[in-house]
T-cell receptor, first 109, second 116 residues
Framework: RKEVEQDPGPFNVPEGATVAFNCTYS??????FFWYRQDCRKEPKLLMS???SGNEDGRFTAQLNRASQYISLLIRDSKLSDSATYLC??????????FGRGTQLTVWP | GAVVSQHPSRVICKSGTSVKIECRSL??????MFWYRQFPKQSLMLMAT?????????EQGVEKDKFLINHASLTLSTLTVTSAHPEDSSFYIC????????????FGPGTRLTVL
């Protein structure tokens, strides 16, 4: 079983839509979780850290459900510039990160 | 903000040659750096953890003799893909953990390796 699993999509939504991604993890001892954004052929960039029950940053909301071992990312009022691949990851000991395969989002005008 | 550079950004080589990729933290010290590999439409796969002044720790399934890692200073880690073959063609990305801000990683821009 993979460490972190994501629905690869693609998700195609119009501008202004709300879209949600889910990600499940297998290690119940995991304490830290992150959402990254990766543009085509670029390095991933940290979007949000998810440490407890969840957090919000502008149009982005991340939630953690420990009982079901999943994290989610909600994007409200989608912009064209939100088009990218969204990677979830879990932190492990000694700073290691384990990533899902990413969910591709395309926002169309 | 913290900046991590990688060199080269792209390399094309013949099968059987060795390729060295450098990862540098430009404005902070990194006692720990990480090397990832990403195949098209796949996730970033952690290959190894590079610790300054000690041997790297490899993830299960990653050949340490194939992927040589050296972390000789607090700002430089190198990954050498030895005797590269076409199946080694991939996007290699490093990240560095800021010694002053643990648990925060900064990613390099990646190196695209193509082995003919």
């Amino acid at each position: 079983r993979k460490e972190v699993e994501q629905d690869p999509g693609p998700f195609n939504v119009p501008e202004g839509a709300t879209v949600a991604f889910n990600c499940t993890y297998s290690n119940s001892a995991s304490q830290s979780f992150f959402w990254y954004r990766q543009d085509c052929r670029k390095e991933p960039k940290l979007l949000m850290s998810v440490y407890s029950s969840g957090n919000e940053d502008g149009r982005f909301t991340a939630q953690l459900n420990r009982a079901s071992q999943y994290i989610s990312l909600l994007i409200r009022d989608s912009k064209l510039s939100d088009s990218a691949t969204y990677l979830c990851s879990r932190g492990s000991t000694l700073g290691r990160l384990y990533f899902g395969r990413g969910t591709q989002l395309t926002v169309w005008p | 903000g913290a900046v991590v550079s990688q060199h080269p950004s792209r390399v094309i080589c013949k099968s059987g040659t060795s390729v060295k990729i450098e990862c540098r933290s430009l404005d902070f010290q990194a006692t720990t750096m990480f090397w990832y590999r990403q195949f098209p439409k796949q996730s970033l796969m952690l290959m190894a953890t590079s610790n300054e002044g000690s041997k790297a720790t490899y993830e299960q399934g990653v050949e340490k003799d194939k992927f040589l890692i050296n972390h000789a200073s607090l700002t430089l880690s190198t990954l050498t893909v030895t005797s590269a073959h076409p199946e080694d063609s991939s996007f290699y990305i490093c990240s560095a953990e800021d010694y002053g801000s643990p648990n925060e990683q900064f990613f390099g821009p990646g190196t695209r390796l193509t082995v003919l």
